[in-house]
């Protein structure tokens, strides 16, 4: 087995990419930048590819390789994600972050046999967390499940430790991604004594008269969102009508951004959204950015988006791989690292708060470390909520850790079905 | 020149009524069949059978389906998507529930039981024409697109609602699954398409065919010489969704592995099977296969000229490739209301009258 | 009263003012279908086109800048400057009656005596063309649209009720001045059709083409025109819809909202289209408060059109439609 898919690796960088392999690193982007969620695919895309060029132009690439950087188009479309996957996987790409549930889940079982690593933050397949089954999946440092559970915490700590005989709604996007959340929440229902009431929104969600209707009839204590795309300030625009209290609003966190809010104005003041990373321009990276990326006019949007809270992600998702690609390199002490190399760099990699400090990102993210039996970091999040007036996202709260305990058991059912399902040994690949 | 008829005479029916009268084309069809079997296996990379021609394949299938009802019949669909979809999840629901039964028979009965719920959904034609019945079939397209995304009995209660492909085998070789290779992939779907091609071809050509076409020049005309509209109508929705169940079937087994509903089989995938079947030329089979090679392979083409030569940003292509198609469907309309099959039966005739145009 | 029955109540009141909303959309496919016989299926994109569009002219966007930029290397995206909405909606409003003009000129002279079905599946391509320009043109991040239009709920109806049943009724102020709007709309399209000479010219081509033609109205002029129109009633459903949840992409999926509304009014009546999209508005709130408890939410997506077929097989020209006459 690892030998067949090491082989396929070693086959599939031999073919493509024998010129390029030595003098470049190639981080290829998955964006969507047209169609019905293109609002959230740029900024992302943009922060993404922001970061590595400034790491090619302040740094000269990493370890001395520059980064090669390639962008295909999915339009968050599964079918055209594994036409983007089946023209670069030749390419010697060093880590897929194909930012769609959907296709995160046609690339699992291919990337595995063609060995290259996927990095899906904060989406995803939560049972990724198993490294002994998903060998090449990572969903470091925080997934659905972390998230659905940090919320429950949260408001845990709010209500003095106790949700007994309260009535939360979920209003998810009904696809692969907005349902993740509805086991875990199932299984923490049953613990906390809350009720549970699941309402979904199809895609793209653009109206949901009748859903907050039900929300107004059934006078819910809080209302959570697992929403994505248009539905997100519709959502937020139809709480605001039926005046629901937004402090007890609280989104996920591809349902906190500023496209979401901005759009209904005044109404959506103190809408509460999950908070994997930091936000705002008040970290001295933007210092570098602005006179490396932003000045010599080499960034990949407009600029308007930096410091959004999408952009903030995308730059994070690309500091983490670059970070993963320097550890790689530490291990196999090769600056011009393969994909399988590029996997054992995420194994093993440590993230802690000097680090961040160090890279001009302090507190942004949480600190965590990465191991074969976890491939999900630490899972914690914070909250923040918006401000109206001021435009911008507060972190209200410190890092709040999730209940992993449940979440591990949980992932390792899964993750051991689907090992069953499909005749595989969980073991480690080192 | 390249057309030499002088000496092909028929002396009996059977030879002047078969599919390719002309020598030139028949030996150019047996040729292509030959390459397609036996060269085009051994030459396919992994890029080009899983980007380009499995695509190709299963969407010419869908094509031909719906050019049964369109093109043949005249029972304007937009629920294309939809009855792939339904292809589908039967696919899924029989190979989970039947782990032991072949998947060439997984796929066919996913198309039996597309063309049942064809038929359902054909009833209304018999009162509804035109517009109002393309309509109609928006109504099969949301309803059971609904169906599958809310009702957990059809994703067998899975916890995000996907459905993915077991890996199944052929002959020792697997064709579904990641493990499928490129190659077995490639010939498990022109098996298909291939056959379901020849009873196309031979179905249109046919009674039926006839039938249908009555009934698509003029459905009050055809009753009074006694068709009957029940029947031609019903079969050609039965027909057609069998083909697009086969090819929603085979798009979900052997080329996504993973699929949902509302996203892999939306409005969108009816429109582009319609496309195909408008650029391909309504009412032929060839148009079937022209118009989703058009379809498939073009805004490949497209990405490859802007973003790998040209260097545009990704969105930018994107853009101009949506603009593109629908300037090309306007263009084909104003130009050649009959698709790319009317443009080749033109150069056809001057082909073979060339160089002596008289 | 009941809970039940007041909810139901609050469910049938949203209903309508929906059903104003839809009705918006639908009244520019039966314009262009009454003047020219064609089913035009790019309504909705028009409607997302001209809300593109004046966001754009308001926030002072560099029109097709990713273009010019792509090929020219520059880094232009905004004017520098913000165009006040009354400048910016008239200006839209030449934009519209420009495509109308150019869709004439390119598109529909050539397709004259074309079937019905190339028409239509030619307005599919045309909804293709128009999606891919607005984004070409404006880019694809949403927008939000203002044009000072009131949002929320309406603090009256909710008084009022409450002081009635003892539970305030949720009704969306956006909402109700949709329903103004379309009044008005309405309106104004009866007047210049009963009133004035192109209006009539318009009510001629409408009723038989060879005769318009042979007492001499330009028929040219005449689809120019009606698409202007058309193109004006789509700027008024991308501003109500736009307001409403911002300016992208989904937007030009309504059209699909209206294609129902159609058939039950008939394709060739303007109050069919309102009463339609009453009808469909109600029995979607309905259908989802009643059912919802037994089949699960989210039957607004199909509900309408099963209501459509159905109704169709009792009366395949609609309710408004006119008598389908068959001959050989």
């Known amino acids: 087995m690892k030998m067949r898919r090491l082989a396929t690796a070693f086959v599939a960088t031999m073919i493509a990419a024998a010129p390029t392999l030595a003098d470049t690193l190639h981080f290829p982007s998955l964006s969507y930048r047209t169609g019905p969620f293109a609002a959230g695919g740029i900024p992302f895309a943009d922060g993404y590819s922001d970061y590595l060029t400034l790491i090619n132009e302040r740094d000269g690439g990493i370890g001395g390789v520059p980064i090669r950087q390639s962008e295909c188009e999915t339009a968050y479309n599964t079918e055209r994600g594994v036409e983007c996957y089946q023209s670069i996987r030749g390419d010697n790409p060093l880590v897929l972050q194909p930012l769609s549930t959907g296709i995160t889940y046609q690339l699992i079982p291919r990337t595995i046999e063609d060995g290259i690593p996927m990095h899906t933050m904060g989406y995803g397949r939560t049972s990724a967390l198993n490294g002994e089954v998903f060998n090449w999946t990572f969903n470091y440092p925080a997934n659905y499940w972390d998230g659905a559970s940090v919320i429950i915490n949260y408001l845990l700590e709010e209500n003095g430790g106790a949700l007994d005989g309260k009535k939360i709604v979920l209003l998810y996007h009904n696809s692969a991604y907005g349902r993740e959340p509805i086991p875990t929440l199932t299984r923490l229902a049953e613990r906390h004594g809350y009720e549970l009431l699941t309402i979904g929104v199809d895609s793209p969600g653009q109206e949901q008269g009748s859903q907050w209707l039900q929300i107004r009839r059934e006078r819910p204590d809080y209302v959570v969102m697992w929403g994505w795309g248009v539905m997100n300030p519709t959502a937020i625009q139809e709480a605001a009508n039926i005046r629901f209290p937004m402090e007890n609003f609280i989104g996920v966190w591809w349902s906190g951004s500023q496209q979401d809010v901005l759009p209904v104005g005044a109404g959506a003041h103190g809408y509460k959204a999950l908070a994997m990373h930091g936000t705002g321009m008040d970290y001295p990276i933007y210092a570098d950015m602005q006179r490396y990326v932003i000045d010599t006019g080499k960034q990949a949007g407009t600029g308007a988006e930096v410091g959004t809270v999408l952009y903030s992600r995308g730059m994070y998702a690309a500091m983490l791989a670059v970070e993963a690609a320097k550890k790689a390199q530490e291990i196999h002490g090769v600056a011009a690292i393969t994909p399988a190399m590029m996997r054992d760099g995420m194994a093993n990699l440590e993230i802690t708060e000097e680090l961040m400090a160090e890279l001009g990102l302090p507190n942004f993210g949480p600190a965590f470390s990465v191991s074969c039996q976890n491939h999900g970091g630490s899972g914690a999040a914070m909250i923040q909520q918006w401000d109206a007036n001021a435009g911008e996202w507060n972190l209200i709260t410190d890092w709040i850790q999730p209940d992993r305990e449940l979440i591990m058991e949980m992932a390792m059912e899964d993750s051991l079905a689907f090992a069953a399902e499909n005749n595989m040994t969980p073991a480690c690949l080192n | 020149m390249l057309y030499r008829e002088a000496g092909d005479f028929k002396t009996n029916y059977v030879a002047d009524s078969q599919t390719f009268p002309i020598k030139f084309d028949r030996y150019g069809y047996y040729f292509l069949l030959g390459f397609a079997f036996l060269v085009m296996p051994l030459i396919i990379n992994d890029y080009w059978a899983n980007s380009i021609v499995v695509p190709f394949l299963i969407y010419t299938i869908a094509a031909l389906g719906l050019n049964i009802l369109i093109g043949y019949c005249g029972q304007l669909s937009l629920g294309t998507g939809a009855f792939m979809a339904v292809g589908a999840y039967a696919s899924y629901k029989l190979m989970t529930a039947f782990p032991e039964l072949n998947i060439v028979f997984v796929v066919v009965f996913a198309g039996i039981v597309t063309a049942a719920v064809g038929v359902l959904f054909g009833l209304p034609s018999l009162r509804i024409k035109g517009f109002y019945l393309a309509v109609a079939t928006l109504a099969a397209q949301f309803f059971l697109i609904w169906l599958f995304t809310r009702q957990p009995w059809f994703y067998n209660y899975s916890p995000t609602g996907m459905i993915s492909a077991p890996q199944r085998e052929l002959f020792g070789v697997a064709v579904t699954g990641p493990r499928a290779s490129a190659v077995a992939m490639y010939m498990f779907c022109l098996c298909f398409l291939v056959s379901l091609a020849w009873l196309a071809r031979n179905l249109t050509r046919g009674t039926l065919g006839r039938q249908w076409m009555a009934i698509r020049d003029m459905d009050i005309a055809a009753e009074i010489i006694g068709v009957n509209p029940l029947m031609a109508k019903l079969t050609a929705f039965a027909v057609s969704s069998f083909f697009v169940g086969i090819a929603g079937a085979l798009l979900f087994t052997v080329y996504l592995g993973a699929a949902e509903a509302g996203e892999a089989f939306g409005i969108d995938k009816s429109f582009l099977v319609l496309f195909m079947v408008i650029i391909g030329g309504l009412g032929s089979i060839f148009g079937a296969f022209a118009g989703a090679a058009f379809l498939i392979i073009g805004p490949v083409l497209l990405k490859l000229l802007l973003v790998n030569t040209l260097g545009w940003p990704t969105d930018l292509a994107a853009h101009l490739e949506i603009m593109i198609i629908g300037a090309l469907i306007l263009g084909f309309l104003i130009l050649e209301p009959h698709g790319i099959a009317a443009l080749w039966r033109t150069i056809k005739e001057k082909l073979r009258l060339w160089p002596f145009p008289y | ?328």
């Open chain 3, 1 to 328: 009263m009941s809970d039940t029955l007041l909810f139901a109540l609050e469910a049938t009141l949203n209903g309508l003012t929906a059903g104003v909303m839809y009705a918006l959309v639908a009244l520019g496919f039966v314009l262009i279908f009454k003047a020219s016989g064609i089913f035009n299926f790019a309504q909705g994109v028009m409607a997302l086109f001209a809300a593109l569009t004046l966001v754009g002219f308001q926030s002072g966007q560099v029109p097709f800048s990713h273009l010019i930029n792509a090929i020219f290397g520059t880094k232009l995206h905004h004017f520098g400057w913000n165009m006040p909405t009354v400048l910016a909606i008239p200006a839209t409003v030449l934009v519209m009656i420009a495509l109308a003009i150019l869709i004439e000129r390119y598109i529909l002279k050539h397709l004259v005596n074309q079937e019905p079905i190339i028409l239509f599946m030619a307005t599919i391509g045309l909804a293709y063309l128009l999606e891919g320009l607005g984004d070409v043109m404006w880019g694809a991040e949403v927008k939000a649209l203002d044009v000072g239009l009131p949002k929320g709920m309406s603090g009256a109806v909710d008084d009022m009720t409450f002081a009635w049943f003892g539970y305030g009724f949720y009704i969306d102020r956006l909402e109700l001045w949709a329903a103004g709007i379309a009044a008005v709309l309405v309106a104004s399209l009866t007047v210049f059709s009963q009133y004035t000479k192109q209006g009539r010219a318009l009510r001629a081509v409408a009723d038989d083409h060879q005769a318009a033609l042979s007492v001499g109205i330009s028929l040219r002029f005449i689809w120019v025109l009606t698409w202007s129109i058309a193109g004006i009633v789509a700027l008024v459903a991308g501003i109500m819809w736009g307001s409403k949840s911002g300016v992208q992409f989904s937007l030009s999926l309504i059209a699909l909202k209206a294609l129902p509304v159609l058939i039950l009014g008939g394709f060739t009546s303007i109050p069919g289209a309102i009463i339609g999209g009453l009808i469909i508005g109600v029995g979607e709130k309905l259908f989802d408060f009643f059912m919802q408890p037994v089949i699960g939410g989210a039957t607004e997506n199909w509900f309408a059109y099963m209501l459509a077929l159905v109704f169709l097989l009792f009366r395949p020209q609609g309710l408004f439609g006119e008598k389908i006459i068959e001959r050989v």
